[in-house]
């Protein structure tokens, strides 16, 4: 009993409605665990964490050496870069920005490697709302495939100091 | 046959419990400090909503993350983990018959309990501590910051151990007989859960600590965010199981409920002990470095057993109540036992609600953005405040005020002042928090970031924002923090208004929120035993389990209604 030692014999199994309940909520416990691996295989969204180790030193050479093999224009003095499809594109997380532009196109699969250079941040598209951690000395690896077209903004939605609500970018899918 | 020590104990005039009189102390000296830290961080709430109500946005951005700290710590840490404290000695004495182990171990554990929670205050006031308060490397605190967390956790464990050794010394006197009492086996699995939680926190906050210092060069972010959410998410499981006990209690002593059948309630505790820490993967879901079969295992707590309990507890309760109010004779229809329940009394009208806020909101929310894949969608946007506002405030808060109703009568023995007001807080309260909630849920499905102090983005390089509906989504935010706000004020008001200046009721009976005459009733149901016409309706609770399938239903829609949404989103793997 809740305030006193229960009777001596409380050891028993469930009867009655509480015994229908248990089992229902284990069946559908049950089912919300299965939807996972299911959607693993089936489902087109996924977080596999695919990682590598990177420093951020190297990380932002790459990200040099990606804007200018691939650079296409720039705005706002800031460089639009288009990977080629199927191929690798780089976006560094820094306070604050998200470097640099991409443009990607509309059903194309890109290797997108995220980093940060400095403090955690978090990858968050707008207004799709899909969303991953960013950490330093972590080369995050999000196999990638806009299906829709538009302009999209990137914010940070993990705290990375006073100018957290400046971080911004872009992702512009033709 | 109890083990007090001579004339170190009292007999409650109202409920006939033993009281162990060191106990009694230091249950005084947790709460107290409980309330002092649940001001604060409720001041700090008042600030951040205000500021999140982008139409008022009233802090500049330095001082919103640095209150925004001060609310977690004081939240999330501080208060709650106080006042479950205060709930262990109590468990431990008036439920097992048994003194209390020592009164010089409860003093070292509450100086280092209390000094380690100044010591953070005053580092993040005075802008020492501006890393919000999961404090995520490589942001750095001043070394006192760490300290004060480490003192706390520390005080905190010997505490526990305080509780443990009493569990033992009630054990090896014989002071109960048979298995113990079912609100102190919750409240030793809470306190089991709380051991590894602070030993998670231990292992990742002294190098932490050495690494403020200069001591240790680097630490890892990864490695960080793993552990320290072995201390984050399970510290809120300690929250759990403590406040299941405080149902199962409140139930008891306002209707004299008691549980249906104790072996699946105590079942459930076990499922929490078992496997409720894995639930540190739920804020790593979208993290690199873990690949998915650790995701899916972690997330879903084994095969979502812990869950199982949550819902278990969520039908035993109400059901207990429900065989209670009908044993009493209010059996016609469905509800009848419900709408003849002691809505008047702050304890009852404090747990049911934190019953349903708590199932309904928090649970459906908090299962559902703990899904491995529809976390893409949720991760760091104001859904998941909007989820643990709902366990954590509208779950357990809320249960732990409905116990204060009955804790300052009871064992500070002072009657409160204004005891309308007592009867319509818990309502105001409620439902502040579940407009708070809501309004978090929903701008955070438009995306918008939790831990963020403009959502327009004022001056970036590249403009972003948001469409008009997540901004008023953010006012409703703001009007269910003012309300919660108020709520939370009527309830410290009182609290302190009674402890200091209340009339004592020493040696009186405590009868002011229900009638003398239905809290003998009330006991007398209690104290009956098991007979046949108590299983009879035991087995047929028809109100409960239409409750419960509501609570199925609406989790299926808002579960599958995720998936949906999901499946819309750009591919990504």
């Not at chain 1, 080369?139 to 006073?162: A, M, R, W, Y």
């Not at chain 2, 905190?156 to 033992?168: D, E, G």
């Not at chain 2, 014989?174 to 298995?179: F, L």
Request: aromatic fraction near 14%; hydrophobic fraction near 50%.
């Amino acid at each position: 009993m809740s305030i006193k030692s229960p009777e001596s014999n409380w050891f028993k199994p469930p009867e009655g409605s509480e015994r229908l309940w248990v089992g229902v909520a284990l069946v559908w416990c049950m089912v919300m665990f299965l939807a996972m691996p299911y959607w693993h295989f089936k489902g087109k969204q996924n977080s596999t964490g695919e990682s590598y180790a990177v420093t951020p030193a190297e990380f932002q050479k790459r990200v040099n050496r990606f804007v200018e093999t691939n650079k296409v224009g720039e705005k706002n003095g800031i460089p639009v870069v288009e990977p080629s499809p199927g191929g690798d594109a780089y976006l560094m997380g820094q306070m604050w920005r998200w470097y640099p532009i991409l443009k990607l196109k509309e059903g194309q699969t890109y290797r997108l490697h995220i980093s940060s250079v400095d403090l955690q941040h978090g990858f968050s598209v707008l207004p799709i709302n899909i969303n991953f951690q960013v950490l330093p000395g972590y080369d995050h690896v999000l196999t990638l495939t806009p299906t829709s077209k538009g302009i999209f903004q990137v914010i940070c939605n993990e705290f990375c100091g006073i100018g957290h609500h400046l971080m911004t970018g872009q992702i512009i899918v033709e | 046959m109890g083990n007090f020590l001579e004339g170190r104990y009292r007999t409650c005039n109202t409920t006939g419990l033993p009281v162990c009189l060191d106990a009694q102390f230091f249950i005084k000296a947790h709460a107290v400090a409980a309330v002092v830290f649940f001001l604060i961080g409720a001041i700090a709430a008042l600030l951040i909503a205000l500021t999140r109500w982008s139409a008022v946005h009233l802090l500049p951005a330095m001082w919103f993350y640095r209150v925004l700290t001060l609310h977690g710590l004081n939240m999330l840490i501080f208060w709650i983990i106080s006042f479950e404290i205060a709930i262990l000695y109590f468990a431990g004495t008036s439920l097992l018959n048994s003194r209390l182990f020592s009164r010089k171990v409860a003093w070292v554990a509450y100086v280092l309990m209390v000094v380690g929670a100044l010591m953070v205050d005053y580092i993040v006031l005075i802008g020492k501590g501006d890393v919000l308060m999961t404090s995520y490397p490589p942001l750095k605190a001043h070394p006192l910051f760490y300290l004060g967390i480490i003192f706390f956790a520390v005080g905190t464990l010997i505490a526990v151990f305080n509780f443990f050794a009493t569990v033992y010394i009630a054990r090896r006197d014989k002071t109960y007989e048979g298995s113990m009492p079912l609100v102190a086996y919750g409240a030793l699995a809470a306190a089991i859960i709380a051991v590894v939680t602070l030993l998670h926190g231990a292992t990742v906050m002294i190098p932490s600590f050495l690494w403020s210092l200069g001591l240790v060069e680097h630490i890892d972010a990864g490695w960080y965010r793993l552990v320290w959410w072995g201390l984050g998410h399970p510290s809120q499981q300690i929250n759990v199981a403590a406040m299941v006990a405080v149902w199962y209690f409140m139930a008891t002593l306002t209707t004299g409920a008691k549980p249906l059948n104790e072996t699946v309630c105590r079942a459930a505790f076990v499922f929490y002990i078992l496997f409720i820490n894995l639930a540190s993967a739920h804020h790593l879901l979208v993290d690199p470095g873990l690949n998915a079969s650790w995701k899916i295992w972690n997330t879903s707590y084994a095969m979502y057993l812990a869950v199982l309990a949550s819902m278990i507890h969520g039908f035993t309760v109400p059901a207990s109540i429900e065989v209670a109010q009908r044993l009493k004779g209010f059996t016609r229809g469905i509800f009848n036992w419900l709408t003849s329940a002691p809505w008047g009394d702050p304890g009852f009208a404090s747990i049911f609600l934190s019953i349903v806020i708590f199932g309904f909101i928090g649970g459906i929310t908090g299962v559902t953005l703990g899904t491995e894949q529809i976390n893409i969608i949720a991760h760091n946007t104001l859904r998941i405040p909007g989820h643990f506002h709902a366990t954590v405030v509208g779950g357990t808060t809320l249960a732990f005020m409905g116990l204060t109703y009955y804790v300052v009568p009871l064992i500070f023995q002072r009657d409160f002042y204004f005891k309308k007001w007592a009867r319509v807080q818990p309502y105001i309260f409620a439902s502040g928090v579940v407009l708070l909630s809501l309004g978090m849920s929903f701008a955070g499905s438009y995306g918008v970031p939790r831990r963020h102090w403009d959502v327009n983005f004022t001056g970036a390089p590249l403009s972003a924002g948001f469409d008009a509906a997540a901004h008023f989504f953010l006012g409703v935010l703001g009007i269910g923090g003012i309300l919660a706000f108020t709520g939370a004020l009527i309830f410290i008001v009182l609290t302190v208004l009674a402890v200091f200046f209340g009339k004592s009721i020493a040696g009186q009976p405590f009868h002011g929120w229900q009638p003398a005459e239905k809290f003998k009733l009330s006991m007398e149901i209690f104290s009956r035993k098991k007979d046949e016409k108590f299983e009879q309706i035991a087995h047929k609770v028809p109100g409960t389990v239409v409750l419960v399938f509501v609570l199925l239903i609406s989790f299926m829609v808002y579960y599958f209604a995720n998936w949906k949404a999901l499946a819309d989103v750009w591919w990504v793997r």
